[in-house]
């Protein structure tokens, strides 16, 4: 339980107090996504890293840095303490000294993104509402979807009616109401945020809930722990909102603040080059107000945004931490994804393997120095994207039912 001193805009710096507004600042509007801040001198007299230890093993480990009343709810599924991997293999064939895997595919619905919806959903809870909605086709609404399930509330999910069917269906399986609206994400999303202010529903539109940053902020406590307070040299992820990039941001800053850490690492955020709006706002100088919409076309649907909407944001994690933003192409992230699944064990999607190729890169660019250590965030299962995992990969070795057609195939020689 922490209590909020102020949400900042990024853009224009004012602060407001959490009864004032719900959603973005009411100056800027859409691009003035809030930042959340505490009282760090407050809570540094408070509190203790070796308090957390509490034995809980999820995100709620850390409710002391949440934005959440002491006796708040939370959903029952267990969201966080993902494993964190020692990829030797990998860090050698990158050419690096450290590589760690943070592999936040094995939350319960198979993504980050839960992390992000169990704050809104405990939110929601805390002000007695019933029903929340997102506009998302993809692991956002699967994740408010499981999460909300497991507490009973309504969701109301609007995706593009030319969503993909599979993603669809994990909504329908956990009994949301999906809206289907004959028109483009952009619709979607705004058609949702009316209808959440005309009914009263929560809305959790990625960048426009200021909670959902600090859902996403505890990945970076845990990476924290997990390596005993020694943090990596450099965070790298995919990119598309820039929500998660933003998140991981706000949690090392926590850290740093009550003195808890000694540096923010260097945050790397990497996109694909069909969908690089990032990337170019940054190599230009760009402000976020002054972003305009990009092209947007890659197979990592995850990180297919023109107008990332929390731009403001995950410009200023990147600037002021000294990172970067790179762009891999598609077939570098189709690469990636046997890649990734051979060198660590661990099966990604698209999302993810960019930020292996972009790793690659950043190694061979010498972003990265061969002596830094490197984390990089596993997002989403490979599970939620066969079609592009079958792409990745030949097929399997076709034989006849005896052991010479065995032994054939396997290029072994006549017994
Ligand atoms: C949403 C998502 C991302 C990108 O997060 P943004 O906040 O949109 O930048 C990356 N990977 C996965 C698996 C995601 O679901
Ligand atoms: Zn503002």
Request: aromatic share 6%; charged share 20%; glycine share 8%.
């Amino acid at each position: 339980m922490a209590a909020i001193k102020e949400l900042h805009c990024p853009v224009c710096g004012r602060s407001y107090q959490p009864h004032e507004v719900q959603y973005t600042c009411p100056v800027c509007g859409s691009v003035g996504t809030l930042q959340v801040l505490f009282d760090y001198d407050s809570l540094r007299l408070q509190l203790d890293r070796d308090g957390l230890r509490t034995g809980e093993q999820s995100i709620w480990r850390y409710k002391a840095l949440l934005p959440l009343a002491a006796d708040a709810k939370v959903p029952p599924l267990r969201v966080g303490m993902t494993p964190l991997y020692d990829a030797t293999r990998m860090a050698e064939s990158l050419g690096l000294r450290q590589v760690w895997l943070k592999d936040d595919g094995q939350n319960p619905t198979g993504s980050f993104k839960d992390r992000a919806s169990a704050m809104v959903v405990s939110k929601a809870m805390e002000q007695g509402i019933q029903t929340v909605s997102t506009a998302s086709t993809g692991n956002a609404a699967a994740a408010l979807a499981g999460i909300g399930a497991s507490v009973g509330l309504n969701i109301i999910i609007f995706v593009p009616a030319t969503a993909p069917e599979a993603k669809i269906a994990q909504l329908l399986v956990y009994g949301a109401t999906v809206l289907l609206v004959e028109d483009t994400y952009d619709v979607a999303f705004e058609l949702c945020y009316q209808m959440c202010l005309s009914e009263g529903w929560y809305c959790r539109n990625t960048a426009m809930n200021p909670y959902t940053t600090e859902g996403k902020k505890t990945v970076s406590y845990e990476i924290a722990e997990q390596l005993n307070w020694q943090v990596p040299d450099v965070v790298m992820v995919g990119v598309g909102d820039g929500n998660i990039i933003a998140g991981i941001h706000k949690g090392f800053y926590d850290l740093h603040q009550l003195g808890w850490i000694e540096r923010i690492p260097r945050l790397i955020g990497v996109q694909a080059e069909g969908s690089s709006a990032l990337v170019h706002a940054w190599q230009h100088g760009l402000k976020p107000e002054d972003m305009i919409p990009m092209p947007a076309d890659t197979i990592a649907d995850s990180i297919s945004a023109g107008v990332p909407r929390d731009r403001a944001k995950a410009l200023k994690a990147v600037r002021e931490t000294n990172g970067a933003f790179i762009a891999v192409s598609d077939a570098e992230i189709l690469e990636a994804i046997p890649a990734v699944a051979r060198q660590s064990g661990v099966f990604v999607e698209p999302s993810c393997a960019a930020v292996y190729a972009g790793a690659r890169r950043a190694a061979q660019t010498q972003l990265v120095q061969r002596d830094e250590s490197v984390l990089l965030v596993m997002t989403g299962n490979g599970l939620k994207d066969i079609k592009r995992a079958q792409q990745s990969v030949s097929q399997g070795l076709r034989v006849q039912p005896t052991i010479q057609s065995i032994r054939q195939a396997l290029g072994m020689g006549q017994e």
